[in-house]
């Protein structure tokens, strides 16, 4: 049975703006529990090292959900495969060193389902993970997600920390991204979608 009792202490969400974060925060403030940290990326930048360890040093959560990323959709981690897998690292090798360094109780780290390979065989089983090639549109992306999982269990076993992975899959509703051009296909679909209706159109062509 699934434990949903509300965990004494701090709770930081990180990524608190994005469509996994402000879903988790809303659902925290529902429930009762306003002891939550959240900052935004002008307020503390997750890549540089110094700043997310002077704010855990300051801050001192207990728990932590890293949903932070930089994410995109097929066009922007095509052409920018560089910068995600980049930014992607060192926001997850920051968070989880600190979560480490302040002893975190519990850390939920948000991967996706990329990190499975492109043929994998439907429904996706977890035992797929590194059987395959992945993606090559996404696969900077997917690389740096698989290195986040990796990391949590390396610390796990090395120091017995709790940093969980979890792989949240094609999701969408509020919060999310509807660019039409750096947006995942579910939300893109729905724009489109509603764009037709609006404007009137008899059909609309994928």
Known sequence: MIDTTLPEGRI???G???LVGSAVLRRLHAEGHHNILSATHRELDLTV????????EAHRPSHVLLAAAKVGGILANS??????????????GNV????HRYKVRKLVFLGSSCIYPKFATQPIAESALLS?????TNEAYAIAKIAGIKACAAYNRQHGTNFLALMPTNLYGPGDNYDPLGSHVLPALIRR??????????ELVV
């Open 12 to 14: 930081y969400v990180a």
């Open 16 to 18: 608190h703006r994005g």
């Open 49 to 56: 090292p110094g700043d997310v360890m002077a704010f855990f």
């Open 79 to 92: 052409e920018r495969p560089a910068d995600f897998i980049r930014d992607n690292l060192a926001i997850q």
């Open 96 to 99: 989880i060193e600190a979560c």
């Open 132 to 136: 395959g090639a992945l993606e090559p």
């Open 193 to 202: 979608t509603h764009e037709a209706r609006v404007q009137g159109l008899g």
